[in-house]
């Protein structure tokens, strides 16, 4: 019998060894998020950060409620006092990278989608400078697309906005707006 024919007469198998895995899985995220609260990371209700998540200075993060951190984020500083505060309803998708040397804020129901980077530092023309630190706020119900840089030098995301997949946030965002590109450019209003 044949591997394929196998599992179409036996799906109930596979479905089982699926049903275990993800369950296995779910288990080690709870326990990878008991882990980062212990070592001082505050959260809130239902928040949820993934295995595979990298974390400095723990004790400078306070996420709220129904949040999740997806596997591969890292969340790190170049100093020891940057804050990242997260408010409620915030997902983190997998690969981003959230820099807080500079003090971040995200604020609700805020989408970051894979692989996209957030700086609040910049060393300017001399990589081995010690970072300047600049605040940054993304405001409530904003989605930042894919692939997208916010590089240090804004100093906010308005509410309701959205920004490109692949772009490239050199200046401030406005409320209700459509950013894209490289350098983001305004495109429309929502």
């Not at 709870?30 to 980062?36: C, E, F, G, Q, S």
């Not at 004790?59 to 969340?75: E, F, M, P, Y």
Request: hydrophobic share 35%; net charge positive; glycine share 10%.
């Amino acid at each position: 019998m044949r591997l394929k024919d196998f599992f179409q007469k036996n799906g109930y198998v596979l479905g089982f060894f699926r049903l275990f895995t993800r369950s296995f899985i779910k288990v080690l995220h709870v326990l990878n998020t008991t882990r980062w609260r212990i070592m001082g990371v505050k959260l809130g209700k239902s928040s949820i950060i993934q295995v595979g998540t990298k974390i400095e200075n723990p004790k400078q993060i306070i996420i709220g409620d129904n949040c999740l951190i997806a596997s591969g984020t890292v969340i790190d500083s170049e100093k020891n006092d940057g804050k990242l505060i997260l408010k409620n309803n915030i997902q983190i998708n997998k690969g981003v990278r959230l820099d807080h040397t500079g003090n971040l804020v995200i604020y609700d129901n805020v989408l970051v989608s894979e692989y996209s980077t957030v700086y609040t530092h910049s060393h300017g023309h001399n990589p081995r400078s010690n970072p300047v630190p600049q605040s940054l706020i993304i405001r409530e119900k904003t989605w930042i697309g894919s692939h997208s840089i916010i590089l240090s030098g804004i100093n906010e995301i308005g509410s309701n906005s959205i920004v490109a997949s692949g772009s490239i946030v050199t200046k401030t965002i406005g409320s209700k707006s459509v950013y894209g590109g490289n350098p983001a450019k305004y495109i429309k209003s929502l």
